[in-house]
C-alpha cells in the first residue's frame, strides 16, 4: 500500500507521521527547509492532545516524477495551491489511485455525482482553470472534511494541537472498497475516520462556520471567542451564515443544529485565531476564495442572493491584497 502525502506541512505531515506509525509506505510531498529536514534528519511529530510524540524517517521529495504509483494521494495545500499545480499529481497515478482533496472549503468536484440538475457544473472559485477536473478527474476523487488542528514548530518538526475527526466519503455516497478500504487504514492509524454516506453535509458543517468567521477574523483581528462575543462582529457572523444556509439547503443540505449552537460550539474554542487571520499575520496567501467566494459562487448557481458575503468578500480581498497575502487563481 503507498499512500502520498501532496503538500506536507502541519496537517500534512501530521498525518503522514501516524500513517507511518501504522506501518504503511508514505511519501511526503513538500519544499523548502521542512523538505530539507526531513530529508536530512527525519520527522518528529508530538502531540499535544495525546502527549506523545513519534520520530520517523519518511520519503520526501518536491518532485513527484522520483515517486511510485500511489494507491491514494491525500492532497493537504492551501486550496489556491491545489488549484494550480494539479497537473503536477499525474506522475503519481495509476488507474486504480484515488485522490483525497483535503482542502478547505467546497471542493472543485462538489457537483459530480450530484444527483441533481447541477450535475456537472463546475465551481470556478475553486478550481478557475478546471486543472484538478481535467488532471485529476472527479472519478478519482473522495471527499473529506479535516478537523485536527497542528502547526510546524520548525522544519521537520509538526506539533499536534487537538482534533482526530477525519470522515470521508464517496461523491455519490456509496460505501466502495476504495472508502472503505482507507477509512480502516486511518482509523487503525489514530485518526476517527468514518465513511460518510453524505460527505457534502460534513463539508458544509464545518464551512458554515469558517464561511463566517475566517473574513471577519482577518477584517478585525478578533480571535473566533471574541467574534461570538462582539455583538457587531457576530451579528455580521449571523447575517453570512443565514445566507450561506440558505444556499446549502437548495442544495438538499439540511443542518443537523440551530445556526445558535454553531456559534456557541466556536466561541467555546476560546482565544483561538482563524487560519485567516494567522494566514495574514504571517504574510502567507489567505484562501479566501475557497471559504466565502465559493459560497456566493454556489448562491448564484441556485440563485440565492448573498450580499453580505459578497460584501465582506470583498473587503478582506482588498486587506489581502494590500497585504500581499493574495494570489490571483486566475493567472
Same mark, same amino acid.
Given at each position: 500500500?503507498?499512500?502520498?502525502?501532496?503538500?506536507?506541512?502541519?496537517?500534512?505531515?501530521?498525518?503522514?507521521?501516524?500513517?507511518?506509525?501504522?506501518? @504503511?509506505? $508514505?511519501? #511526503?510531498?513538500?519544499?523548502?527547509?521542512? &523538505?530539507? %529536514?526531513?530529508?536530512?534528519?527525519? *520527522?518528529?511529530?508530538? !502531540?499535544?492532545?495525546?502527549?506523545?510524540?513519534?520520530?520517523?524517517?519518511?520519503?520526501?521529495?518536491?518532485?513527484?516524477?522520483?515517486?511510485?504509483?500511489?494507491?491514494? @494521494?491525500? $492532497?493537504? #495545500?492551501?486550496?489556491?495551491?491545489?488549484? &494550480?499545480? %494539479?497537473?503536477?499529481?499525474?506522475? *503519481?497515478?495509476?488507474? !486504480?489511485?484515488?485522490?483525497?482533496?483535503?482542502?478547505?472549503?467546497?471542493?472543485?468536484?462538489?457537483?459530480?455525482?450530484?444527483?441533481?440538475?447541477?450535475?456537472?457544473?463546475?465551481?470556478?472559485?475553486?478550481?478557475?482553470?478546471?486543472?484538478?477536473?481535467?488532471?485529476?478527474?472527479?472519478?478519482?476523487?473522495?471527499?473529506?472534511?479535516?478537523?485536527?488542528?497542528?502547526?510546524?514548530?520548525?522544519?521537520?518538526?509538526?506539533?499536534?494541537?487537538?482534533?482526530?475527526?477525519?470522515?470521508?466519503?464517496?461523491?455519490?455516497?456509496?460505501?466502495?472498497?476504495?472508502?472503505?478500504?482507507?477509512?480502516?487504514?486511518?482509523?487503525?492509524?489514530?485518526?476517527?475516520?468514518?465513511?460518510?454516506?453524505?460527505?457534502?453535509?460534513?463539508?458544509?458543517?464545518?464551512?458554515?462556520?469558517?464561511?463566517?468567521?475566517?473574513?471577519?477574523?482577518?477584517?478585525?483581528?478578533?480571535?473566533?471567542?471574541?467574534?461570538?462575543?462582539?455583538?457587531?462582529?457576530?451579528?455580521?457572523?449571523?447575517?453570512?451564515?443565514?445566507?450561506?444556509?440558505?444556499?446549502?439547503?437548495?442544495?438538499?443540505?439540511?443542518?443537523?443544529?440551530?445556526?445558535?449552537?454553531?456559534?456557541?460550539?466556536?466561541?467555546?474554542?476560546?482565544?483561538?485565531?482563524?487560519?485567516?487571520?494567522?494566514?495574514?499575520?504571517?504574510?502567507?496567501?489567505?484562501?479566501?476564495?475557497?471559504?466565502?467566494?465559493?459560497?456566493?459562487?454556489?448562491?448564484?448557481?441556485?440563485?440565492?442572493?448573498?450580499?453580505?458575503?459578497?460584501?465582506?468578500?470583498?473587503?478582506?480581498?482588498?486587506?489581502?491584497?494590500?497585504?500581499?497575502?493574495?494570489?490571483?487563481?486566475?493567472?
Amino acid at each position: 500500500m503507498n499512500i502520498c502525502i501532496f503538500g506536507s506541512g502541519a496537517i500534512g505531515s501530521y498525518i503522514g507521521a501516524l500513517l507511518m506509525k501504522n506501518g @504503511i509506505k $508514505v511519501s #511526503l510531498i513538500c519544499r523548502g527547509e521542512h &523538505l530539507k %529536514a526531513i530529508q536530512n534528519k527525519g *520527522l518528529l511529530m508530538q !502531540s499535544a492532545e495525546t502527549n506523545t510524540e513519534y520520530f520517523c524517517k519518511p520519503i520526501a521529495t518536491d518532485d513527484p516524477n522520483t515517486l511510485e504509483k500511489q494507491d491514494y @494521494i491525500i $492532497v493537504t #495545500l492551501k486550496a489556491h495551491s491545489a488549484a &494550480l499545480t %494539479a497537473n503536477t499529481l499525474t506522475p *503519481l497515478f495509476k488507474d !486504480s489511485t484515488t485522490v483525497v482533496s483535503a482542502v478547505n472549503g467546497l471542493p472543485w468536484w462538489y457537483f459530480y455525482k450530484a444527483n441533481n440538475q447541477y450535475e456537472n457544473m463546475k465551481l470556478q472559485s475553486v478550481d478557475p482553470k478546471n486543472l484538478q477536473w481535467d488532471y485529476i478527474t472527479p472519478e478519482r476523487s473522495l471527499g473529506c472534511v479535516v478537523y485536527p488542528a497542528a502547526e510546524i514548530k520548525a522544519p521537520g518538526h509538526v506539533y499536534h494541537i487537538e482534533g482526530d475527526r477525519f470522515p470521508i466519503g464517496e461523491p455519490d455516497g456509496s460505501k466502495s472498497i476504495r472508502v472503505q478500504g482507507l477509512s480502516k487504514i486511518l482509523i487503525s492509524s489514530g485518526l476517527k475516520s468514518p465513511v460518510r454516506k453524505n460527505i457534502r453535509a460534513d463539508i458544509w458543517m464545518k464551512l458554515w462556520g469558517n464561511l463566517a468567521f475566517n473574513p471577519i477574523s482577518a477584517l478585525t483581528g478578533e480571535t473566533l471567542e471574541e467574534i461570538a462575543n462582539n455583538n457587531k462582529s457576530c451579528t455580521i457572523v449571523k447575517k453570512m451564515m443565514l445566507e450561506g444556509q440558505a444556499v446549502a439547503e437548495a442544495l438538499g443540505i439540511n443542518f443537523p443544529i440551530t445556526l445558535e449552537k454553531r456559534i456557541e460550539g466556536t466561541r467555546n474554542v476560546g482565544a483561538h485565531k482563524t487560519s485567516t487571520l494567522q494566514d495574514l499575520e504571517l504574510g502567507r496567501p489567505m484562501e479566501i476564495d475557497a471559504l466565502t467566494k465559493s459560497v456566493s459562487e454556489a448562491g448564484k448557481i441556485v440563485n440565492i442572493p448573498t450580499p453580505v458575503i459578497d460584501k465582506i468578500y470583498e473587503k478582506v480581498k482588498l486587506k489581502a491584497i494590500k497585504a500581499g497575502c493574495y494570489i490571483n487563481p486566475n493567472l
